[in-house]
Nanobody
Framework: QVQLEESGGGLVQPGGSLRLSCSSSGFILDEYAIGWFRQAPGKEREALACVAGGAARSHYADAVQGRFTFPRNYAQNTVYLRVFHVSSGDTGVYYC????????????????????WGQGTQVTVSE
């Protein structure tokens, strides 16, 4: 069965960094694009990136440029989200979801373009 699980969330001080993991099973990760989303308290779920499978084109939101990276480890069936210089605006629940193919969907920013979501992991930025 297809499974996705986010982990690595927790409490981090402003200016710090952390790494989140999207661990997958039941499919070949290289054959599917993975979307990263987050939802801040009282806000709509926000698209952060679509990490494409294989050599297909990935997409990144303006809000993540310069502070976020999304490395992939196909051997471990895991897509990572790394955040640097975090601020209070990064607080929220982070989710990953699987697209229907290796290429990023159109629109890649829509939750409806992804299936098989994980349960999310909480990130709290605070002193």
């Amino acid at each position: 069965q297809v499974q996705l699980e986010e982990s690595g969330g927790g409490l981090v001080q402003p200016g710090g960094s952390l790494r989140l993991s999207c661990s997958s099973s039941g499919f070949i990760l290289d054959e599917y694009a993975i979307g990263w989303f987050r939802q801040a308290p009282g806000k709509e779920r926000e698209a952060l990136a679509c990490v494409a499978g294989g050599a297909a084109r990935s997409h990144y939101a303006d809000a993540v440029q310069g502070r976020f990276t999304f490395p992939r480890n196909y051997a471990q069936n895991t897509v990572y989200l790394r955040v640097f210089h975090v601020s209070s605006g990064d607080t929220g629940v982070y989710y990953c979801g699987r697209a229907r193919g290796s290429g990023c969907p159109d629109p890649w920013q829509s939750q409806r373009s992804y299936n098989d979501w994980g349960q999310g992991t909480q990130v709290t930025v605070s002193e």
